[in-house]
């Protein structure tokens, strides 16, 4: 008996099925994918896979714990990404960055312009850590959009996670009263960590205001913005232990202080619609509260420009 045949037969079946024909019957086995929120859970660490896309995303978390000591040129100021992203960019009181991955490309009302998130990532560069913007390309940026893909894993593109899409709103915008703020900032321990003159001790705790904190073209900036982060994650020893007005308080203090500029910071809300507690001048509306300004040592950084037009746009 020669059997080769029929197993040459087989060989020819399994492969029919697969394109089609009977197997459309199972292919209700292939689990799909069902995204509830509830059930989701960002990957961390130790889920990190030991191969090179493991390398990569690791590298990019890295980048976000370490970003001065990792990017010394470009990241000049005493806050790394998790200064606010805190929790590795997990912690959903502090603008978490799961499920980013999924959100952009977005529409930027600040910018006026779809843009893609590695310039989501350069904004807080420049803006947030008053620092340099990174190569889009470079294996830096990669590594770090890699890490936002590996945090937002099993997240269906546009999908709006409840929290998840920068800091949460304050239910009531007060009104925040600088000299209640100062007293505020050494009664409730703020002075411990971030020191008298606001700057923070390098590589410990980060800096509130003065040459090496954020930029005032930063959300931090924003009275509402900075009253927050404050109240959910403030002090660090005891979160959600101030009162929101305490918190609006502390917050017009810090950002009363002086800050580095933010160059091209006039450009914002070109269609108007700036928030009220925008701190400069925007297209119809004056500047809120605006703190007093330090120079930039590399302007042409600490911008990041919106996408140019390289094909036909004359028709
Ligand atoms: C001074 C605080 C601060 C620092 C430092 C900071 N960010 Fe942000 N970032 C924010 C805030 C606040 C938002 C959300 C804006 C809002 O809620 O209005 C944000 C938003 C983002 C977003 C968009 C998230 C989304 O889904 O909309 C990304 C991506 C991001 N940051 C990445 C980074 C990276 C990477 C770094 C380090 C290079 C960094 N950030 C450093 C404060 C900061
Ligand atoms: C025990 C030390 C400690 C105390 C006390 C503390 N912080 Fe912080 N704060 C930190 C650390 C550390 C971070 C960065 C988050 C991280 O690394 O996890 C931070 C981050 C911040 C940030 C965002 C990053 C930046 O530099 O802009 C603000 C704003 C802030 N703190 C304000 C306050 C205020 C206001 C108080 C008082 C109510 C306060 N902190 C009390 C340790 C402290």
Not at 4 to 9: D, F, R
Not at 60 to 78: C, E, F, K, Q, V
Not at 104 to 119: E, H, N, Q, W
Request: charged share 20%.
């Amino acid at each position: 008996m020669r059997r080769p045949p029929l197993v040459a037969l087989f060989g020819l079946v399994v492969p029919l099925i697969a394109c089609g024909g009977p197997a459309k019957e199972t292919a209700g086995d292939a689990k799909a994918v069902v995204f509830t929120e509830a059930a989701w859970a960002p990957k961390r660490e130790a889920d990190i896979p030991a191969d090179s896309m493991g390398a990569s995303i690791k590298r990019g978390l890295y980048l976000l714990r370490y970003t001065p000591d990792s990017l010394p040129a470009y990241a000049t100021a005493n806050l790394k990404c998790t200064s606010c992203h805190q929790d590795d960019g997990l912690d959903p009181n502090a603008a978490p960055l799961t499920g980013s991955h999924a959100r952009f490309p977005k529409y930027m009302a600040r910018s006026g312009t779809v843009i893609a998130l590695a310039d989501r990532v350069n904004y807080c560069f420049t803006r947030s850590l008053a620092g340099n913007a990174i190569p889009v390309g470079s294996r830096e940026m990669t590594d770090i959009l890699t890490y936002l893909a590996f945090i937002s894993y099993d997240i269906p593109v546009g999908t709006k996670i409840a929290g998840h899409d920068g800091l949460i709103a304050m239910k009531d915008t007060l009104v925040g009263d600088i000299a209640r703020g100062e007293k505020l900032y050494v009664e409730k321990t703020c002075v411990a960590c971030h020191g008298a003159d606001g700057a923070g001790i390098d590589g410990a705790f980060p800096a509130l205001w003065g040459a090496k904190s954020y930029s005032i073209g930063a959300s931090m900036a924003r009275l509402e913005r900075a009253a927050s982060f404050i109240w959910h994650n403030m002090p660090q020893t005891a979160p959600k232990s101030l009162t929101p007005q305490e918190a609006f308080d502390l917050s017009a203090y810090i950002n009363s202080k002086p800050r580095p500029d933010s160059p091209g910071k006039e450009l914002d809300w070109p269609m108007g619609g700036a928030p009220k507690d925008v701190p400069y001048k925007t297209a119809g509306r004056e500047a809120f509260n605006p703190p007093p300004l330090l120079p930039r040592a590399n302007p042409t950084g600490a911008v990041v420009p919106n996408p140019p037009v390289i094909g036909r746009s004359d028709r």
